[in-house]
């Protein structure tokens, strides 16, 4: 197919409104007459046509009787692919979008060679939680208050069936020697000098100490702690009642018995994160190999694409951050992941969600993006929700969060309990508190609001994040955790805080069985 003459029909049918599907632009460039066939196409389809299509191509060269002498399914394999058996540990380059004579990317539809599913009858995907528009917090102390209490309240739902529950103030007025619960937030955890440690539960009526004696079998649990997050405690009152000594200890958690939902049929979903776009080190090779294999035989029961953030590398995020951008404007970073993005196939679903290098407020919940950035980011219609979100794909339930929080987590807890090695790892730690943003006041930015955005009120069936730059899942109660790597190499940045990432790989999920290829680009 002569770039030319498609950068020329992609240019024409952009100053005219419209975008195309990739086969329906091949198969003009490849007409006897690209100009003459153009203008047929435009003279067939209808006024309230957005995207010209393949059908409407075929149609118009059908009744001139033209001959598009395209490949079949109107789609040229890259160079170097084979297009019954890509390669994804490799791959081949393959054109950068930026590197078209100036024309715009076409917006591309499905390709026939993959054979996916584009009937919408065989699909559902509805959101759950998306806060953008609903922002109500003013940083006022009554938002904080509010967001304690409906904190304690949802959470503590989930603990008070465990135990005998007692407010604090009840506590410290009972008869010493006396066995006691309380549910409550975690306000202080500290040792004493005999190497055993003192747990402060606050609740709504106030405090109350818990002693965990250093040699019991939990506690070793006192090292995954965060302040913040919701507990449950039960144990005996010392004699003069100013303290209990815990005899166990309960998280939210996830059930045990947690059977997860499947899909009716074999679908899958790619599940990535933090592009980068505008970074010098954004893999634009890399991306360009996982966009071409999503037109391939190989990815044709893909079928949604969800992106966990930062799809920018974003303005003034660390320290001479500006010493290693490639585009400098935040409006122009979005307007070339867009072009990125037309790369992917039209048929897929796409679902995003903002994160910490985007331009959206810092605090979680995130809202998602402003209308200007929607209409700039406007490819296939994306669906573009809060940080974090949970999509519900076939009756699968996927929580998107992108993670930041997994930085103070791994700050505060056993390396054994969470790493940078083994991001699922940390994210499991959020599972079992049912949250994922608990400690507040540290690292993690948190916005209060009337209610917690941040719980994790039902139980998902896939929890998604990024941020890390690695690669790691695993099962936990059966939920399957992901955080799926970046499309960035490594930047000075990260060098300088002993970062490796782990770029240019797509998890793929199987949504029938919850099972996980990882597909390599880089």
């Avoid at 460039?29 to 435009?42: G, I, N, Q």
Wanted: charged share 25%; net charge negative.
């Amino acid at each position: 197919m002569p770039l030319e003459a498609s950068a020329r029909i992609v240019s024409e049918l952009t100053s005219r409104g419209y975008n195309a599907e990739r086969e329906a632009v091949t198969q003009l460039s490849s007409a006897d007459d690209p100009h003459a066939a153009l203008e047929r196409v435009m003279e067939a389809v209808s006024d309230d046509t957005l995207v010209v299509r393949t059908e409407h191509v075929q149609a118009a060269l059908a009744a001139t009787g033209s001959d598009a002498n395209s490949t079949a399914g109107g789609r040229e394999p890259s160079p170097g692919h084979d297009a019954d058996d890509p390669s994804v540990s490799t791959g081949t380059s393959a054109p950068n979008p930026a590197a078209t004579d100036g024309a715009t990317p076409v917006e591309t539809g499905g390709s026939s060679d993959a054979g996916r599913s584009a009937n919408p009858d065989l699909r559902s995907l509805e959101i759950i939680g998306d806060m953008t528009g609903e922002s109500t917090g003013t940083g006022e102390y009554s938002d904080f208050v509010s967001v304690f209490r409906d904190r304690l309240e949802r959470l503590g739902s989930k603990l008070r069936g465990r135990i005998n529950h007692r407010p604090a103030t009840a506590i410290q007025n009972m008869p010493g020697g006396g066995e006691v619960g309380m549910v409550g937030l975690v306000n202080d955890i500290r040792s004493t000098a005999s190497g055993h440690w003192l747990v402060e539960l606050e609740d709504a009526t106030g405090t109350f100490p818990w002693l965990v004696m250093k040699d019991r079998e939990y506690a070793d649990l006192v090292g995954e702690l965060l302040c913040d997050e919701v507990l449950a405690m039960e144990g005996t009152l010392a004699d003069d009642s100013g303290i209990a000594f815990v005899d166990s200890m309960y998280f939210p958690d996830i059930p045990r018995t947690h059977e997860p939902s499947t899909a009716d049929r074999h679908v899958q979903a790619a599940l990535i994160s933090d592009v980068h776009v505008g970074s010098q080190e954004f893999m634009h090779d890399a991306w360009n190999r996982f966009t071409d294999w999503l037109h391939t035989k190989q990815a044709q029961h893909v079928e949604y694409l969800l992106i966990a953030g930062d799809m920018v590398e974003g303005v003034g995020i660390y320290p001479n951050q500006d010493e290693e951008l490639d585009i400098i404007d935040i409006y122009e970073q979005y307007e070339v992941f867009n072009e990125y993005l037309k790369q992917v196939p039209g048929d897929i679903e796409i679902v995003m969600i903002p994160g910490n290098h985007d331009a959206v407020r810092l605090a979680e919940p995130q809202p998602g993006f402003n209308e200007d950035l929607r209409t700039i980011m406007s490819a296939h219609d994306p669906r573009i929700v809060s940080n974090p979100s949970t999509v519900t794909l076939e009756g699968v339930s996927v929580l998107m969060y992108h993670g930041v929080s997994l930085d103070e987590v791994i700050a505060e807890l056993p390396e054994e309990k969470a790493s940078y090695e083994e991001p699922h790892k940390a994210m499991y730690q959020l599972l079992k508190k049912r949250h994922v943003a608990p400690q507040f006041g540290g690292h993690t930015r948190l916005a209060p609001e009337e209610q917690d955005y941040l719980i994790m009120e039902d139980v998902p069936d896939i929890f998604h994040t990024g941020h890390v730059h690695k690669l790691g899942f695993g099962k936990y109660h059966n939920v399957l955790a992901i955080n799926s790597g970046c499309w960035q190499s490594q930047t000075d940045f990260q060098k300088s805080v002993n970062i490796d990432p782990d770029a240019g790989y797509a998890p793929i999920v199987d949504l029938d069985t919850l099972d996980v290829t990882v597909q390599k680009f880089s």
